[in-house]
Each structure stands twice: as C-alpha cells, then as structure tokens.
C-alpha cells in the first residue's frame, strides 16, 4: 500500500514557477513509476508528467513539454514537478500517482495509488 500527499499549489501569475511535492509512504517508494495529473473544471483528467524507478526515464506532455520538470528523491520518497512559465490554462488540481511499472504510462486507469491533489490556479 502506497499513500501520496501533495502539496505546493496555490494562486500565481502567468509567468510564474511553482514546485509541486509529493511525498510517498512506504519502503518501496524507488520501485514505483510516479506520475502527475491534472485536472480541469469540466475536462477529464489529463497525462501531465511521469518519471520512471528507473529516474532517467521521464516522458511529458507536449503542452508542459520545456516549462515542467518532474523529479524524484528516493532518500525522501518524494516526487516533484517543477513548474516554470506557468499559463491560464495550467490551472487545475494536480494529482500525484504511482504504480508499478508497466506500459501505458500516459494512461490514468495504469495507476493504482492517488493523491488528494493540490489546486494550481494560474491568474492573467
């Protein structure tokens, strides 16, 4: 059993950084591909970041790709997303998720633990 608790988000300006955590409880914490979410009012859950047991191994979505950055600390059994030039349309809550791993890592229904999630708010 994995639990994740999120933290980070909050209200900026367009332009902004913000640096999500997520920690992670459990020993087996390096052996779990960790990935982020997000999702927006009314819109379904969408494929944000993963980053693989192997950390070398990190896939984006094309509409972060350059300005996200997503990392992980195996000592503190966290994992961040590193959020540069922050856009509108980013806001949503970001949820962290993990799993073992496996294909279809841009596929929701391959994870089996979540976050509560953390709402980032991006202001014009």
């Known amino acids: 059993q994995v639990q994740l608790v999120e933290s980070g988000g909050g209200l900026v300006q367009a332009g902004d950084s913000l640096r999500l955590s997520c920690a992670a409880s459990?020993?087996?914490?390096?052996?779990?591909?960790m990935a982020w979410f997000r999702q927006a009012p009314g819109k379904e859950r969408e494929f944000v970041a993963v980053?693989?047991?192997?950390?070398?191994?990190?896939y984006y979505a094309d509409s972060v790709k350059g300005r996200f950055t997503i990392s992980r600390d195996n000592a503190k059994n966290t994992v961040y997303l590193h959020m540069n030039s922050l856009k509108p349309e980013d806001t949503a809550v970001y949820y962290c998720s993990a799993r073992r791993p496996g294909p279809s890592a841009y596929e929701a229904r391959t994870y089996d633990y979540w976050g509560q999630g953390t709402q980032v708010t991006v202001s014009s």
């Open positions: 980053i693989g047991s192997n950390p070398s191994i990190r």
């Open positions: 459990g020993r087996t914490f390096s052996n779990y591909d």
